[in-house]
């Protein structure tokens, strides 16, 4: 079993420790044994829905958003340069065709999270042993739609419609990126009307939003947002007219934010970036970072990224480096204000929604609006990520944003995913190839796609789509160009 293997299992462990020590007598179905795939010892079907919660609201920021997919995708957008062992030959583009190089991920979602979800679902619908329980439905569908969405942005196709079931089907059929695309839209609209709908509150069973539909049901019509606008080269007026319609409804400022601000100082219950930076120290702050935040004056640099200890000033790691530096002397690290156990973690943003406004107002040809809202989405930016005072904020829109275009807009929304929303990051850039210099790699440009996982193909490899090898850096995936996957 390699290291990331034994790292992953902890992270998944370590989040049902954590949802079980945040809920007082509550407990969570334990599934902390990744290479046994769909085996649940604890028999989870007879597990209710408030107990399944805890577990869900911890697992997807923690297990789906946190984890290999982010640290991978850090290095190919150049938030962080890869200064040890396997991040390292990541970014040195070694290795990455290797079908095992993201196994942890691929069973953190498809017998982790989604059987946990499609449980909460079925149990709390119409016929479920729970019925009527809505908002504990309509939370999980935002989840699930949240999940799929980050499988499918990762490999393409992948199994949608049959996902989760279990020892019920073990080789699920796959769906296309537009057919899953399609069931993500329909499970936000679902969990809309699940949301509105009389019925329990989750309490503090729900750890992100602390059971409020309302603020959940913002972040589902938000969440419709972005994946409305991930469609921009398939339908560009379309995609642009319905993320506007879907942000109407969404965030209204940044205190709707879906963030989990749930972990702690104790080792079970740490932020994982914090634990990947103390276990591994793979990471090392990307010399791109550091030059973009130079050219800006940006007053996010000195907070958000730490003096190497070596030079005793700022130092970027340059993306490909072969400088070993898993010591962290030669080149920076963020600084504790951002990376510690307690950090929140982001996965959708008021300023993220504000950002997909203002291209979408671009796009429709509507300047002033998307001048306006691209603004307001470095405002919020950089409220978020410094607490920067009102007058440093206007200075640098002053300086550096009085004109809009997709490139600017990209450009800040790539500063403000940095530094846990990597992935989100690595979206954009395959979508529109923004910024530019992440093609521009010293070897070679990032993979279009990550590689399906070995154990699937050990596994359901008649319904694995025929992409091999190198393949993922050539072959995008559907929202890139339009061109269906090789089946």
Avoid at 94 to 116: E, F, K, R
Avoid at 186 to 192: K, M, P, T, Y
Avoid at 384 to 401: G, M
Avoid at 406 to 425: C, M, R, Y
Wanted: aromatic share 8%; with cysteine; hydrophobic share 40%.
């Amino acid at each position: 079993m390699d290291r990331n293997h034994t790292i992953m299992k902890k992270y998944r462990f370590y989040s049902f420790l954590l949802a079980a020590a945040l809920i007082i007598g509550g407990t969570a179905c334990d599934e902390d044994k990744l290479d046994e795939i769909d085996t649940n010892p604890n028999s989870p079907e007879q597990v209710s829905v408030n107990l399944l919660l805890p577990q869900v609201t911890v697992n997807v920021p923690t297990a789906v958003t946190g984890a290999d997919l982010a640290w991978y995708s850090s290095v190919f957008v150049q938030h962080t340069a890869g200064v040890h062992a396997q991040l390292q030959e990541a970014d040195r583009r070694s290795g990455l065709q290797n079908n095992t190089l993201v196994n942890n991920m691929w069973n953190n979602i498809y017998a982790g999270v989604l059987p946990d979800l499609n449980i909460i679902i079925e149990r709390g619908s119409a016929g479920g042993e729970e019925e009527g329980n809505f908002r504990h439905v309509g939370i999980a569908k935002v989840l699930k739609a949240y999940t799929l969405s980050v499988a499918t942005d990762a490999w393409g196709p992948v199994p949608s419609a049959e996902a989760g079931r279990g020892v019920e089907n073990r080789t699920p059929t796959y769906d296309s990126q537009e057919q899953v695309y399609t069931q993500i839209q329909s499970l936000l609209d679902e969990a809309i009307v699940d949301l509105a709908t009389t019925a329990p509150s989750p309490g503090n069973q729900d750890l992100i939003y602390g059971g409020s539909a309302e603020l959940w049901t913002r972040a589902a019509y938000s969440l419709k947002a972005r994946y409305y606008n991930r469609l921009s080269n398939i339908d560009p007026q379309g995609s642009a007219t319905a993320a506007l319609e879907a942000a109407a409804q969404g965030f209204q400022s940044a205190a709707d934010n879906l963030v989990f601000r749930r972990y702690t100082a104790a080792a079970i219950g740490e932020h994982p970036w914090f634990q990947e930076s103390n276990d591994r120290s793979h990471h090392a702050v990307s010399q791109s970072f550091v030059a973009t935040l130079q050219n800006l004056n940006d007053p996010r640099l000195e907070a958000m990224v730490a003096p190497a200890r070596d030079p005793g000033v700022i130092t970027g790691a340059p993306n490909g480096t072969q400088i070993n530096d898993q010591a962290n002397r030669a080149f920076s690290d963020p600084t504790a204000a951002v990376l510690n156990a307690t950090a929140p973690m982001p996965m959708m943003t008021y300023d993220e929604l504000l950002f997909i406004q203002a291209e979408a107002q671009l796009r429709l040809g509507n300047t002033g609006e998307a001048l306006t809202a691209y603004q307001n989405g470095i405002r919020a930016a950089m409220q978020r990520q410094i607490n920067a005072p009102a007058a440093a904020i206007d200075a640098y829109i002053a300086a550096n944003a009085n004109t809009v275009s997709q490139e600017a807009i990209i450009l800040q929304k790539w500063i403000a995913f940095w530094l846990f929303q990597p992935f989100e990051a690595y979206n954009d850039w395959r979508r529109t190839g923004i910024p530019g210099f992440v093609a521009q790699h010293q070897i070679s440009p990032p993979p279009v796609r990550f590689p399906y996982a070995q154990n699937e193909l050990d596994t359901n490899e008649a319904n694995v789509p025929n992409i091999r090898g190198t393949q993922i850096f050539s072959d995008p995936v559907w929202w890139v160009d339009g061109q269906p996957d090789t089946q």
